[in-house]
């Protein structure tokens, strides 16, 4: 029910700045607290045609650490590698550099063996030199 509740504050008259405080904080805990059920409504919400419920479903891992769930991390993001969209580029770009801080390795080797928008590319391998 929280995050049938989340999904309409994500959808109802979005933006980045209010999607990008509601995934990571609030929806991110939710599923933390319930992995099982919570990962799957990200699958869910990933399969979405708002951009801005597939922008949260790419960004509620963003401050897991070591608590990163890489499946589905990388399967949200390889979902949505093609598009087009400013934010939905930018935010694969954001998690991916955000998650290269726990496992700078991995996040390398994603990168280099999948085809990523050049935005997402670049945010991704920003403090790598």
């Known amino acids: 029910n929280d995050l049938l509740f ?15 405080s509601i995934a990571p904080k609030i929806v991110g805990d939710i599923v933390l607290a ?6 799957a409504v990200m699958v869910e919400w990933a399969k979405s045609s708002n ?7 790419i960004l509620h891992q963003l401050k ?3 608590k990163t769930n890489e499946e589905l991390l990388f399967a949200t993001i390889q979902r949505h590698a093609e598009s087009k969209d400013f934010f939905l580029q930018k935010s694969i770009g954001w998690v ?3 998650y290269a801080k726990t496992s700078p390795q991995v996040v390398q080797e ?7 928008a050049p935005l997402s590319k670049r945010e991704a391998l920003k403090h790598f030199k």
Do not use: I, P
Request: glycine share 4%; aromatic share 12%; net charge neutral.
């Open 110 to 116: 994603f990168v280099g063996s999948h085809t990523l």
């Open 51 to 57: 951009r801005w419920t597939n922008r949260a479903s």
């Open 34 to 39: 319930n992995r099982m059920e919570g990962e």
């Open 96 to 98: 991916l550099r955000e």
């Open 6 to 20: 989340c999904q309409k504050l994500v959808e109802m008259k979005s933006w980045w700045d209010s999607v990008d």
């Open 64 to 66: 897991y650490k070591d």
